[in-house]
């Protein structure tokens, strides 16, 4: 359930490209994308690629539903 609720978060905003400008579009994904990736965590995974290991990443933190939350 809780991919769900993301995925109807997420299919509300898909036309955001389409209401507003590309510099608009372009600033809102690289917010997008600055609260997704992680630097250290990019730079282990490709640090890990190239030496042909798994990475080394910290446990994740467990999921919650929306609903429980606040």
Known sequence: ???LEGAGEVARHQHYARDHSVDDSLRQMGWVQGAIWSNRHVSESVEAMRAKRAG???PLAPLHRFS???
Do not use: A, N, V, Y
Request: aromatic share 22%; proline share 11%.
């Open 1 to 3: 359930m809780f991919l």
């Open 68 to 70: 429980e939350l606040g």
């Open 56 to 58: 080394d990443f910290p």
